[in-house]
């Protein structure tokens, strides 16, 4: 008898040490911050499922650095750079191991803490700090990814995310396009309640046009390309899928019958913008990509319709709307009708449904690039962040 009772004793023991020691690290809810391309710390070659990035393995232009623009041959070294960035014509990696090609360049393999911490520019350092003070229980992480292709993202960010029970997401431009096919998955896999709070900033969820600009001139608005860097974006813009997700998808039609006008001022619909696309800039891999925006429709609504979410859009700027091209490479192609947004995205692509009133919010004058630091934002997240769950996880019909 006395063996029984220490043999279960034993095993109580045991029991309550394995579950400490298994689910001692396992925290309970995270604010995961998801920026735009150009923000993010490139990569981060770590395959932990930790958030502890190491400076080492984040490969970035140190342009935090002043005393590097200082230097004369700042923008040719800033083209070099971009060069060592593409992929080969289907869309892949050509080199995992480019910061050994930089180095060589010039370029430090090593790049500032704060890039990898904060993004480019210090771009999300306030946000991070308010989010942090404000709500010291919880894990911040600021989500490093290479923005070049949207491939294996989701991986690197499951395995950040799956040691907590409840996630909030934070999504700026095409993070927020990345952050619904998260939530996707979670949705498909009945783990929607693992999903807090959604914020979506500026996300272009229908598209948007200044991408067709960025591809042929590298830059998103009209004017001349006095250092020669546009040359070098639009080619590098033309070898990564990213580019092709930021493309204005079908939905967008339905909202303003295309936004492309040729020569004969036809303006084109989707089929024949998309294929002008494929063979005027040479590109291989876009049937592959063309459909990213499906995950943003289940059972026929908007992803975010399942969720807590909450809808954070640019407005009050002349936004590209539609471009006229010209086979005549004199002419080449211009911006020609705008929209209202925040001058990279229409207010009509970050807020792409019938939304309710107290899930919108409007920023004024606000171009886009500068949101995410804007007080405005940070004030109306932090408010978003720290209230209630007010509306309940829809659930997917199984037979969707």
């Not at 394995?18 to 998801?34: M, Y």
């Not at 520019?121 to 290479?146: A, Q, T």
Request: hydrophobic residues 35%; contains cysteine; charged residues 25%.
């Amino acid at each position: 008898m006395l063996k029984k009772i220490l043999s279960f004793a034993f095993l109580l023991f045991y029991a309550s040490y394995a579950s400490n020691f298994c689910f001692a690290d396992k925290e309970s809810e995270a604010t995961i911050i998801l920026p735009g391309i150009f923000s993010s710390g490139l990569f981060y070659r770590g395959e932990s499922d930790s958030d502890r990035y190491s400076v080492n393995e984040a490969i970035w232009l140190p342009v935090n650095d002043q005393n590097f623009w200082r230097q004369s041959k700042g923008i040719l070294k800033f083209r070099l750079f971009y060069e060592d960035l593409f992929l080969n014509r289907h869309g892949k990696l050509k080199d995992d191991n480019i910061g050994l090609s930089l180095e060589n360049k010039g370029f430090p393999h090593q790049v500032d803490a704060e890039i990898v911490k904060y993004g480019v520019g210090n771009s999300y350092k306030e946000l991070i700090k308010s989010l942090e003070k404000k709500f010291p229980s919880h894990k911040i992480i600021f989500f490093n990814y290479d923005w070049r292709t949207p491939d294996g993202i989701l991986e690197r960010l499951k395995k950040i995310t799956k040691q907590y029970e409840k996630i909030n997401i934070v999504a700026f431009s095409f993070g927020g396009l990345i952050g619904a096919k998260f939530i996707a998955e979670y949705l498909r896999n009945g783990k929607n309640n693992v999903i807090g709070k959604v914020v979506f900033i500026a996300v272009p969820q229908l598209g948007s046009a200044v991408t067709f600009h960025v591809l042929e001139k590298g830059f998103p608005r009209n004017g001349p390309d006095f250092s020669g860097m546009g040359k070098v974006i639009s080619l590098l813009s033309r070898c990564c899928p990213t580019t092709i997700c930021l493309l204005p998808n079908e939905k967008y039609f339905e909202l303003s019958q295309g936004y492309v006008i040729n020569d004969y001022g036809k303006k084109l619909n989707y089929k024949e913008t998309m294929d002008l696309i494929k063979h005027r800039f040479k590109i291989r891999f876009m049937d592959k990509y063309k459909s990213f925006h499906d995950d943003l429709i289940i059972d026929g609504k908007n992803v975010l319709n399942f969720y807590d979410y909450y809808l954070i859009a640019g407005s009050g700027i002349k936004t590209p709307s539609e471009i006229t091209i010209s086979s005549n490479e004199l002419d080449g192609m211009k911006i020609t009708g705008f929209a209202n947004g925040d001058g990279t995205v229409m207010c009509g692509s970050a807020i792409p449904f019938e939304a309710e009133r107290d899930r919108v919010t409007k920023i004024s004058k606000v171009e886009h690039n500068r949101l995410p630091y804007n007080k405005k934002v940070i004030e109306k997240i932090i408010s978003i962040i720290g209230s209630k769950i007010e509306k309940k996880h829809e659930e997917l019909d199984p037979a969707a």
